[in-house]
């Protein structure tokens, strides 16, 4: 009987692979003049997803077109390629990776003759662990990571050096900031008040920690949110045209940072604080459960670490 069981499940899934095309569906939505993102789900990697989970943009110049962060996949950024091939025939100029998570750089294969930009930091991890990054996600996508390979950026944006990226009449501020990685690129697009916030922003989603520092991660938000955007883009969520985000997200951010350091006080155990009762706002929001556990137990040992110093 369990075999029989257990084989119909592999034979449905099988079927359910097969089925599958692997086709994304990735549909450009225009934010702003030249300006266009495609949203992906606010899920967890997943067969299902094919790990469409983030957000990238496209910038279309005179010049030529600026990529903002490529997806999980070499589908998908061939995929992304041809979405934008249906909009415009420009060349691709640029493509820059906002920071080293696999979500955002690993369809960078289907621009390898493009310039690709990241700040040092990113450059060196997406060269060091990119592969790491591809083993990870093969079991949590399975086909749809076939044929993918790390391409690293291959130029660098520098602090003080590199202010700007002007392309046609778009002129960019590069944004350095970090606290959800050790370096997150925000970009500020002048030209059509469009703000690109990279992953410092999660909007109607739970944050991803796993290399996270909440405190520096609060300091970049508040710096960022001043800056006088119509358009903001949050590296997962929705396309928001107001404040909200940032007010959201350092919500969430601070009620995580008072229950790691109460939690580390009362000598709490990780199973018992993920007991502990969430506030409304949070609760029902998506990837609480997968999220919140894994930042507690990522983070968990530092507060403790830091009560005992
Ligand atoms: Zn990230």
Redesign the pocket.
């Known amino acids: 009987m369990i075999n029989i069981k257990k084989i119909s499940i592999f034979l449905l899934l099988s079927l359910t692979l097969f089925a599958q095309d692997f086709d994304y569906k990735l549909k450009p939505i225009k934010i702003a003049k030249n300006t266009y993102s495609l949203i992906g789900e606010t899920e967890f990697f997943s067969v299902k997803n094919g790990g469409n989970i983030?957000n990238s943009s496209f910038i279309i110049t005179k010049e030529g077109v600026i990529v903002i962060d490529t997806g999980s996949s070499f589908r998908y950024g061939q995929q992304m390629l041809e979405a934008i091939k249906k909009i415009t025939n420009k060349p691709i100029k640029m493509v820059i990776n906002t920071?080293h998570?696999p979500?955002?750089f690993l369809g960078n294969q289907a621009f390898k003759n493009s310039t690709i930009l990241a700040s040092e930091y990113t450059k060196n991890d997406i060269s060091n662990n990119g592969d790491l990054y591809i083993i990870n996600l093969l079991n949590l996508t399975y086909k749809w990571m076939n044929k993918t390979e790390v391409k690293a950026p291959n130029k660098t944006l520098k602090p003080f050096v590199d202010k700007y990226i002007k392309l046609g009449k778009h002129k960019l501020k590069v944004i350095y900031l970090e606290g959800?990685?050790d370096s997150d690129i925000a970009l500020y697009d002048e030209y059509t008040k469009t703000l690109f916030a990279s992953?410092l922003i999660f909007y109607n989603r739970i944050a991803?920690t796993p290399h996270a520092n909440i405190e520096k991660w609060i300091i970049s938000l508040e710096k960022l949110r001043q800056v006088d955007y119509k358009v903001l883009v949050p590296?997962h969520g929705p396309i928001s045209y107001n404040k909200e985000p940032f007010d959201q997200m350092k919500r969430y951010l601070i009620y995580l940072d008072n229950t790691l350091k109460e939690s580390a006080k009362k000598g709490l155990s990780v199973f018992e604080i993920l007991q502990l009762n969430k506030p409304e706002e949070f609760r029902n929001m998506d990837m609480i459960k997968d999220e919140f556990e894994r930042s507690i137990i990522n983070l968990y040992p530092k507060y403790e670490n830091a009560l005992m110093n």
Do not use: E, I
């Open positions: 983030s920071h998570h979500d955002h959800h990685t992953d991803a590296g």
